[in-house]
């Protein structure tokens, strides 16, 4: 099975701090994305990425930053978090473009105080 | 208006019941579809593709009017585990995937 893993469940953090969400997935896939979800909303895409050090906009990529150095790393940055970035955030992996499946990590609720 | 959307619900059922829920999407270039599921509190997972002349797996069934550019999904004899937010998803020529905002589905004994 496709393991997508997050690393923090739950996160609170203050107004201004640096925060770093991390994604690993096992399973050698191409592409990761990061999107946010909020009631009312549902999934947006902030960013993403098909390959190492490559990466796209979405639709919502203001206040945030990814990196991927390594293939199965994918990390979204908020250089300097906000309120409106309460949320919950959702990495996903795909094996390779076209492939139409998303395989999701359990996602990190942050709030930010 | 959304890329996608679909009925918040919930739909509320007893267990048995069959239950549909439809889905309209904006974008005529739209290429592919697919409906996830998620559970409370717990990540999107694919439940299944949508094909153009309509596809089945076990109890649910997918359906695709490209015509009037909906999607349903239905679910015959519904069971209490089925309970979840249904999610519309639509693919353009990139691998961008649009996400509704879901269905939420209640099933009741």
């Known amino acids: 099975d496709v393991k997508v893993t997050q690393s923090s469940r739950y996160l609170v953090k203050r107004t201004g701090e640096k925060v770093f969400l991390e994604c690993v997935q096992d399973?050698?896939?191409?592409?990761m994305f990061w999107y946010r979800q909020d009631p009312g909303l549902g999934l947006r895409l902030i960013y993403f990425?098909?390959?190492?050090?490559?990466?796209e906009k979405g639709d919502i990529p203001e206040g945030y930053s990814v990196s991927r150095e390594k293939k199965e790393r994918f990390s979204l940055i908020l250089e300097s978090a906000s309120t409106n970035q309460t949320s919950m955030y959702l990495c996903?992996?795909?094996?390779?473009?076209?492939?139409?499946?998303?395989?999701f990590g359990e996602g990190s609720r942050l709030t930010v105080l | 208006r959304k890329e996608v959307e679909q009925d918040p619900g919930p739909f509320n059922v007893p267990e048995g019941a069959t239950v549909a829920f439809n889905c309209t999407y904006s974008?005529?270039?739209?290429?592919?579809f697919f409906w996830y599921r998620q559970d409370c509190r717990k990540e999107p997972k694919l439940l299944m593709s949508?094909?153009?002349s309509g596809n089945e797996d076990g109890r649910f069934t997918a359906q695709l009017n490209r015509a009037s550019q909906y999607i349903s999904l239905l679910i015959r004899d519904s069971k209490l585990s089925d309970s979840a937010t249904y999610l519309c998803?639509?693919?353009?020529?990139?691998?961008?995937?649009?996400f509704g905002t879901g269905t939420r589905l209640q099933v009741f004994p």
């Open positions: 996903a992996s795909q094996r390779f473009s076209g492939a139409g499946e998303l395989f």
């Open positions: 998803v639509v693919k353009y020529n990139t691998d961008k995937l649009i």
């Open positions: 399973m050698d896939h191409e592409n």
């Open positions: 974008n005529s270039a739209s290429q592919s």
């Open positions: 949508v094909y153009s």
């Open positions: 990425s098909y390959d190492v050090k490559m990466k």
